[in-house]
């Protein structure tokens, strides 16, 4: 190979390393390096429930475990889907999501230009209204979830709206 045939190569393959870098870095989807969990609303019509006991409100899965080795190591998300006709709730007695400081205190406004406050995520009890046909995706705070004495941790998640009629699941820290 010429000198003028390994410059053309050399710089072929430093091209292609590049492309290879701005496909994989502008590629990633929205929310890569984030662990999620899917919830999702579910109507039971009269006799399909669990006892048959008429209608019934639940969310599925069931049963989530997070493991504190895998699941912690990045920032976990509960994905909440309600694809019913109804609007539910959405409450996990125990655990935090972490919601923009704005939005729990409507006062706080921050100015971007200025060098004063640098927005935070307050942590606030999870439990949301989703609207029929609606998703919406929180970011979940490590309160409950990391340390030794949250292994074998259990949370109870229901849908507050409908008390009589709910089939509730649970979140099991592993």
């Given at each position: 190979m010429t000198s003028k045939g390994l410059v053309r190569f050399v710089s072929r393959m430093f091209l292609i390393g590049v492309m290879v870098l701005c496909v994989g870095l502008l590629g990633l989807p929205e929310g890569a390096g984030a662990k999620e969990f899917w919830f999702e609303a579910q109507e039971l019509g009269k006799g399909k429930g669990p006892f048959e006991m008429g209608e019934t409100e639940i969310w599925l899965p069931t049963a989530v475990v997070i493991d504190q080795k895998e699941d912690l190591n990045e920032p976990v998300w509960f994905v909440i889907k309600n694809p019913t006709g109804?609007?539910?709730e959405f409450a996990v007695g125990g655990l935090f999501m972490l919601l923009p400081e704005e939005e729990v205190i409507p006062e706080t406004k921050l100015d971007p230009g200025s060098a004063g406050l640098l927005p935070r995520n307050v942590p606030a009890p999870v439990h949301l209204?989703?609207?029929?046909?609606?998703?919406?995706?929180?970011?979940?705070s490590p309160?409950?979830?990391?340390?030794?004495k949250n292994l074998g941790a259990r949370y109870k998640f229901f849908c507050p709206k409908h008390k009589d009629i709910r089939v509730s699941g649970f979140i099991y820290v592993d």
């Open positions: 109804i609007d539910h209204t989703v609207k029929a046909g609606e998703t919406k995706k929180i970011q979940i309160r409950g979830l990391v340390g030794e």
